[in-house]
T-cell receptor
Framework: GQQLNQSPQSMFIQEGEDVSMNCTSS?????WLWYKQEPGEGPVLLIA?????ELTSNGRLTAQFGITRKDSFLNISASIPSDVGIYFC?????????????FGKGTKLSVKP | EAGVVQSPRYKIIEKKQPVAFWCNPI?????LYWYRQNLGQGPELLIR????????DSQLPKDRFSAERLKGVDSTLKIQPAELGDSAVYLC???????????FGSGTRLTVV
């Protein structure tokens, strides 16, 4: 099935460092979403972006919806150990017969205290 | 408010055996999704329901997979017979009509031996 191109695949950082990850697609989306998944759990929504160019923050997390509607990035500032997990981007075209999330392969984040 | 509830959390079966997963979505959510997540990958859609109607089952391997949502509330996903390659996490998600407000359950981790 279709998947988005998400990079990097994994990151090993020191506590306190900033993190940046991005996602690209060959198709446009109406909505970009960023999820975090911890072991044994389902993905949990972090940020939803609904408009091209939109920049949205949720605490230490900031995400942007690319102008072309084919990309998005997520930044985490001042990382802490509980940021550990796998971060997924997802694109969504909702309405009508659509409404299925297309996911990236994830970025695995490790934070060293 | 209860989230999306899935059971069982874990299942180990021998190949060629049948297996079923159950999902109860968030109350009032018309749309229900089943996703499969292979190790190291993002989730991929298997089937989407709007109420009791399967509106997208194009990615469901129909020779061995079946799903139902008889009363438009909870849903069951079945595999018969299971193959080794079916080992994965099966995630259920629900949303209000239109795709906004996606919420995932914790998933069922299936191991086929």
């Amino acid at each position: 099935g279709q998947q988005l191109n998400q990079s990097p695949q994994s990151m090993f950082i020191q506590e306190g460092e900033d993190v940046s990850m991005n996602c690209t697609s060959s198709s446009i989306f109406n909505t970009w979403l960023w999820y975090k998944q911890e072991p044994g759990e389902g993905p949990v929504l972090l940020i939803a972006l609904y408009k091209a160019g939109e920049l949205t923050s949720n605490g230490r997390l900031t995400a942007q919806f690319g102008i072309t509607r084919k990309d998005s990035f997520l930044n985490i500032s001042a990382s802490i150990p509980s940021d550990v997990g796998i971060y997924f981007c997802a694109g969504l075209n909702y309405g009508g017969s659509q409404g299925n999330l297309i996911f990236g392969k994830g970025t695995k984040l490790s934070v060293k205290p | 408010e209860a989230g999306v509830v899935q059971s069982p959390r874990y299942k180990i079966i021998e190949k060629k055996q049948p297996v079923a997963f159950w999902c109860n979505p968030i109350s009032g959510h018309n749309t229900l999704y089943w996703y499969r997540q292979n190790l190291g990958q993002g989730p991929e859609l298997l089937i989407r329901y709007e109420n009791e109607e399967a509106v997208d089952d194009s990615q469901l391997p129909k020779d061995r997979f079946s799903a139902e949502r008889l009363k438009g509330v909870d849903s069951t996903l079945k595999i018969q017979p299971a193959e080794l390659g079916d080992s994965a996490v099966y995630l259920c998600a629900s949303s209000p009509r239109g795709g906004h407000g996606y919420t995932f359950g914790s998933g069922t981790r299936l191991t086929v031996v």
